[in-house]
């Protein structure tokens, strides 16, 4: 059975540049024709015990144009991108503007309503959850939004964002979403991430978008060992 690009990264839960970073270092069983390349199942399950990997390769169902997609957390990072040295305010809504206003996936007519919603909903509950790390998001989807991303900002300096622990944050993890299943998805991968003291340590030293989706798909793929 050949499995596509896209149904590989679904099974191993990680984003189609880490799969192509792969085979580039000739860590996966891949045939190449041209640009094109294909994946065998049976090549992929002996690579998987060998690794030591979980791998789940369903048969191909029938298209379903209302069967759920999932998104990963590293493909969603993908489409938010991750911004550094954001000078803000010392204030939560000085922070919740600079950073939406970073924001290149969020079009320029929506920001000032996104960052409305986002700072209504700190005054409700702040979203700092501790160890110089908020994750702010809207409490309802966003309809113009095409898929689901997550942003990640890095403050220049912290700020006092009323966290749960009273620690300044620098880290901002912003999900924004079309539909409310997808937040709820990503919140869960991402916090499973952050129980990891190593990955938590590693945010401060700011890494660049292909250093965080890397170190998120090695995490991801330990935990399914």
Not at 26 to 42: D, I, N
Not at 61 to 82: F, H, I, K, N, Y
Request: glycine share 4%; proline share 7%; with cysteine.
């Amino acid at each position: 059975m050949e499995i596509l690009i896209s149904e590989l990264c679904k099974s191993l839960g990680v984003s189609r540049t880490t799969i192509e970073r792969w085979i580039r270092q000739g860590k996966l069983p891949v045939s190449q024709k041209g640009r094109t390349y294909s994946f065998h199942a049976r090549d992929l399950k002996n690579w998987a015990a060998k690794s030591h990997i979980s791998l789940n390769l369903k048969p191909r169902p029938v298209q379903d144009p209302e069967a759920e997609v999932q998104v990963s957390l590293s493909t969603a990072l993908e489409t938010g991108g991750v911004y550094h040295d954001i000078d803000t305010g010392p204030d939560v809504p000085s922070v919740i503007n600079a950073c939406v206003e970073r924001i290149k996936a969020v079009p320029d007519n929506c920001k000032t309503d996104l960052a409305r919603q986002l700072v209504k909903r700190e005054e409700a509950l702040s979203t700092g959850v501790g160890g110089g790390i908020a994750i702010p998001h809207p409490r309802t989807p966003l309809k113009y939004l095409e898929q689901p991303m997550v942003a990640t900002c890095f403050l220049k300096h912290p700020v006092d964002y009323h966290a749960l622990d009273k620690q300044p944050v620098s880290t901002l993890f912003f999900i924004l979403f079309p539909e409310l299943k997808f937040h709820l998805h990503l919140l869960s991968s991402l916090s499973l991430c952050l129980r990891n003291r190593q990955f938590s340590e590693f945010l401060k030293t700011c890494p660049e978008q292909s250093e965080l989706i890397e170190r998120i798909d090695t995490l991801h793929l330990t935990q399914k060992m």
